[in-house]
């Protein structure tokens, strides 16, 4: 089969380089020729573990290749992903659309054949409709439908997200669309993973529901949290107790700084708007987005008193993205909680892994090489990103670098028994603290 991704940015690259690896011949789209330079030299402009090997083995067998102009991707292709951004509109909320307009009016100049549009990125219910409108509007004579097909992919695993997903979900209207979808998925069949047809519509909920599911399991387990701390429970000890329920389930249920990324804070938003446009108000999604945005100051709030005040203090921050395994730094806690630290009189250093360069376009900061370093000579540590290596720091070697030996841990990556014997102060979410044994 032919495909063409347009749109190269976490999704559409993931998309379309693991679509190459199922055997298709896939031409990814990008406007911004900075990123198809990098690609076609064999740079990943992005932070994705495994990503590259994908890429380059792809490109090396002749199924992967990447191009600024559309028009050389589009006429032929059996299928044409659209997985351009659809970022919060400035001012209400709404999903902004204007990526995924732009590129559905270039698509109609290009189409050649019978071919699938599909909207890959997420859009609010009724702009599959709105889609279709656009091409037959360009193109009235235009063989074509329009399908819906959102992708729940996480950045971080991406990959293996893509290559063994839950479930596909496709929204279509015609036996013809139906069948060129079933082809594209088709390798996955032989992992027995469940393909899902709806109408475009349903499709385009599933994603606002499931992503918005998600964000209020997340920001219950933060409230749950808070209680904790109020009335001595420990937060991980109920997450655990009521995440071995099967209705429940373990996952998302890890108390934090409050969730962030390219996709939990604009779709709860954007499904908000869609509700209060359609009189059927989500009253749990509007708690969710209020509690969670909320969350993020008494993050930095907890700060403030672990450190008894924070201004003259030198604060070592390690982690600014929203979760490890990505140098995504859309909507990330630190965004909010690095500057309401500064704003208090603190200066920060920190270490993130991969984000630094990201980081550095929203925040003021010193930036260090690694840990130990933005340790050297702070007043105290904060976790914010659960980075696999801050898992197993060098207490001794910490001790040695901090002025005073005290972390906050807003991921609860270690245990308040384990930081009083090392010797910390110890500040977590929704668990005892720890002083340390003198
Ligand atoms: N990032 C995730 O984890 C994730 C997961 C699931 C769904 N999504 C959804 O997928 C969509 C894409 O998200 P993303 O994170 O990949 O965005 P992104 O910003 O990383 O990438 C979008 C890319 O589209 C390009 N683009 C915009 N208009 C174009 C056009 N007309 N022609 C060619 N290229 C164009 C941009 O230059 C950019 O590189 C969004 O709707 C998002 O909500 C994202």
Redesign the pocket.
């Known amino acids: 089969m032919r495909v063409a991704m ?7 690259l993931v998309s379309g380089a693991c679509l190459s690896e199922f055997g298709h011949e896939v031409i990814c ?4 020729p900075s ?1 198809i330079r990098a690609l076609e030299a064999g740079q990943i402009p992005i932070f994705e573990p495994g990503l590259d090997e994908v890429v380059a083995a792809n490109v090396k067998a002749g199924r992967l290749s990447f191009t600024t102009d ?1 028009k050389k991707a589009v006429p032929g292709a059996d299928a044409v992903f659209i ?4 970022p919060s509109r400035r001012g209400d909320g709404h999903a902004d659309l204007t ?1 995924v307009f ?2 559905a009016e ?1 698509i109609a100049q290009s189409l050649d054949g019978y071919t699938v549009v599909v909207t ?4 609010p219910v009724g702009t599959g409709r709105k889609v279709e409108d656009i091409i037959r509007k360009n193109r009235p004579g235009a063989d074509f439908d329009v399908a819906s097909n959102p ?5 971080g695993s991406a990959i293996e997200d893509f290559r063994r997903p839950d479930r596909v979900v496709v929204g279509c209207e015609t036996d013809r669309a139906k069948a060129v979808m079933r082809e594209v998925y088709r390798p996955l069949y032989l992992n027995e993973t469940p393909i899902l047809f709806t109408s475009r519509e349903s499709s385009e909920l599933i994603k606002y529901a499931a992503n918005a599911f998600l964000a209020t399991k997340i920001t219950f387990i933060n409230e749950m949290a808070n209680l904790c701390e109020k009335l001595g429970a420990d937060v991980q000890d109920v997450a655990r107790g009521i995440g071995l329920d099967g209705r429940i389930g373990n996952k998302f249920l890890h108390a934090g700084p409050g969730f962030g990324g ?2 939990f804070p604009k ?1 709860t938003l954007a499904l908000l708007r869609t509700s209060q446009e359609a009189g059927a108000l989500t009253h749990i999604v509007d708690a969710v987005v209020k509690v969670n945005d909320a969350r993020k100051v008494q993050m930095a709030e907890k700060v403030e008193q672990a450190f008894g005040g924070v201004k003259g203090k030198t604060i070592a921050i390690l982690g600014l993205t929203f979760k490890p395994n990505t140098d995504d730094m859309r909507d990330a806690p630190s965004l909010v909680i690095v500057p309401h630290l500064q704003a208090k009189g603190a200066r920060i250093r920190a270490y993130d892994p991969e984000g630094a360069k990201e980081a550095k376009k929203h925040l003021d900061i010193d930036y260090c090489a690694d840990a130990y370093e933005a340790l050297s000579g702070a007043d105290g540590v904060v976790i914010l990103t659960e980075w696999n290596e801050f898992r197993a720091l060098d207490f001794a070697r910490m001790k040695g670098l901090l002025k005073t030996p005290l972390m906050v841990d807003l991921r609860n990556i270690y245990r308040p028994a384990q930081m009083a014997e090392q010797g910390f102060a110890y500040v977590s979410v929704g668990r005892a603290g720890a002083r340390p044994k003198s």
């Open positions: 347009i749109g190269t940015g976490y999704v559409g789209v990008d406007k911004d990123k559309l997985a351009v951004g659809t990526y732009d590129a270039e890959k990125s997420t859009v992708e729940f992919l996480r950045e390219s996709c779709d």
